[in-house]
């Protein structure tokens, strides 16, 4: 499939030339081509492997006097290429996701646990993530309200403040899992606790955030970004 895949965007190239007026530099220019978009060295060679096939066809066939696919190259990977490929891999594997999680809640981070199990389980952007108030949250139905997102000012203003979602479409409702409905239960009965012995600023648009720092503040995107990337590389 991968090789009948890789055939048809050469032909849709070059289909409409004769095989024998095609030379090697065309084959060359079409494999780097494809290097400098987002497919894999693996890819590469797959469709090299059916351009091997297709002219050996042709020149077994007196349709050209030799198969040249063998003066070419899989060019190597660019910049570019190697950064469009690792664009491309915004998932985890199963059992990458496990040990994601684990090293997380062992960095220690308050809530950083909860946020990456979270965004794992509902693709919720860590903007996203990090605006959810308890008004948003229906822990019996196991349901959340995308509405907002937690934006940081700049340095000279200083604070942070609730802005819209970047498009309409950003605004939804999501389900979440029994692994996710069971931390943020317990959370809950955190947030009751800390309500009564006003550890919450009644005064503060913030004071109903599901996740904050250890004085009831707003978390920082990079705070929680650098431990996920410390963890991820790792």
Known sequence: KVRVVSL????????????????VSDIQSFLIERRDSDVSK???ANLRTA?????????THGYIEENYISNTII?????????????KKKYLEKDEIKTFLTGVQSSGRRNAFQIALLMISTGLRV?????????????????????KTLFEKS??????????????????????????????KKMKVQYNKEKLIGYRDDESEFKDLV?????????????????FNQIYKA
């Open 8 to 23: 048809k965007l050469f032909l849709e190239k070059h289909g409409a030339h004769f095989i024998s007026k095609l030379e």
């Open 211 to 227: 996740f904050t720092g250890r004085f009831g503040q707003p978390v920082r995107a990079v705070t929680i970004g650098a431990v």
């Open 155 to 184: 340095a000279d203003e200083g604070g942070f403040e609730f802005t819209p979602p970047k498009t309409e479409d950003s605004n939804r409702k999501i389900s979440f899992n029994n692994d996710v409905a069971a931390e943020l």
């Open 51 to 59: 351009l091997n096939l297709l002219f050996g066809y042709a020149a």
């Open 127 to 147: 903007g996203e993530a990090l605006a959810l108030t308890w008004k948003d949250i229906d822990l019996k139905k196991q349901e959340l309200v995308v509405n």
């Open 75 to 87: 060019p190597k990977a660019n910049k570019k290429s190697q950064q469009l490929i690792a664009a």
């Open 42 to 44: 693996h890819t590469l």
